[in-house]
């Protein structure tokens, strides 16, 4: 039984001294500038990514955003993608009003926008976190 199942670790951008920037996306996840391709919803920092256990939008809650209120020292914004214009319509207020009483800013935007922004304050050094959210076939083109 012991050694039947193996855990590997994968350095992401070990080159790089950049960070992490998202190259493309499609319905399925996102593809890094490192060519690793990352399937589903994700959780973005400088220089790290995490899957991030949501389904869709009706999962991010205060729970699904608490890892983000331990972080120390503390981020500077967190770039929340939650796939098209009507999702960002759909967030509950009481989410984003959680989140500032953490002291977190949060800029939610359609995960396309969300990416560039991520993207741009990460060049930036900006200690940027981004949670994204694949938007779904009907919304975008397939990229990978």
Known sequence: MGGQYKTTVTILNHDQEGGIFIDSYNS?????????????????FPRSLLHWNVGGLQDINEDSLHLFTLLDPKIDILVLGVGNHENVKKVDFKILQYMRSKKINVELLPTDQ????????????RYVAGAFIPQTVEDTEDYF
């Open 114 to 125: 969300a990416l560039s922004v991520f993207n741009f304050l990460n060049a930036e050094k």
């Open 28 to 44: 399925f996840g996102f593809k890094l500038l490192s060519g690793i391709q990352v399937v589903g919803p994700c959780v973005l």
